[in-house]
């Protein structure tokens, strides 16, 4: 049974980076596509970018400038990073697994990250 | 790109059913077969229910049922039961390297 589990900071200060990792255990990395999902509090989801096994990348317009998405196959992983976080980017963050053309099936436990002064 | 559209709550009685719509564009719901459904309980990780508009992966029940016409996609949930209660946000591919959801609907179960 595939399992995704995350990790990384869940305070930052205005301006700093922010940096999370994805482990994948229980299955294989190559073959998928890996994205990453936030969901600021009480509000709804919104896709944020994503990596295939191979190294390609996809981002969402509005956020490509800030955001890099990243794997390492030999470990099973993909990041997340981040740059120049304003309050706006306080929420829970998730990876997931993108499954059947257009869905996500298998989510991380997910991660809060707070950016606060 | 705009979150697609969903109605904020739905509810009814146990043993009812329940529809939830999901509004997008022709550059979003219109244009592609690739529409999907997740359940999310509070302070947990959504879950995937529907894919590619109308499939079910496996061990989610048949009471759970996706269609779509036009630019509009909707869940159904049949025989509701008390912990069909939870958060529902649709998700459409929407093209230029994008994925779009829903803005959530809580379905309450009277």
């Known amino acids: 049974q595939v399992q995704l589990q995350q990790w990384g900071a869940g305070l930052l200060k205005p301006s700093e980076t922010l940096s999370l990792t994805c482990a994948v255990y229980?299955?294989?990395?190559?073959?998928?596509?890996w994205s990453w999902i936030r969901q600021p509090p009480g509000k709804g989801l919104e896709w944020i970018g994503e990596i295939y096994h191979s190294g390609g990348t996809k981002y969402k317009p509005s956020l490509k400038s800030r955001v890099t998405i990243s794997g390492d196959t030999s470990k099973n992983q993909f990041s997340l990073k981040l740059r120049s976080v304003t309050a706006a980017d306080t929420a829970v963050y998730y990876c997931?697994?993108?499954?059947?053309?257009?869905?996500?099936?298998?989510w991380g436990q997910g991660t809060m990250v707070t950016v606060s002064s | 790109q705009s979150a697609l559209t969903q109605p904020p709550s739905a509810s009814g009685s146990p043993g009812q059913s329940v529809t939830i719509s999901c509004t997008g564009t022709s550059s979003d719901i219109g244009g592609y077969n690739y529409v999907s459904w997740y359940q999310q309980h509070p302070g947990k990780a959504p879950k995937l229910m529907i894919f590619?508009?109308?499939k079910r992966p496996s061990g989610v029940p048949d009471r759970f049922s996706g269609s779509k016409s036009g630019n509009t996609a909707s869940l159904t949930v049949s025989g509701l039961q008390a912990e069909d209660e939870a958060d529902y946000y649709c998700?459409?591919?929407?093209?230029?390297?994008?994925?779009?959801f829903g803005s959530g609907t809580k379905v309450t179960v009277l």
């Open positions: 998700s459409s591919h929407g093209g230029s390297n994008n994925y779009v």
């Open positions: 590619e508009v109308s």
């Open positions: 229980g299955g294989s990395f190559s073959g998928y596509y």
């Open positions: 997931a697994r993108g499954g059947e053309p257009g869905s996500f099936d298998i």
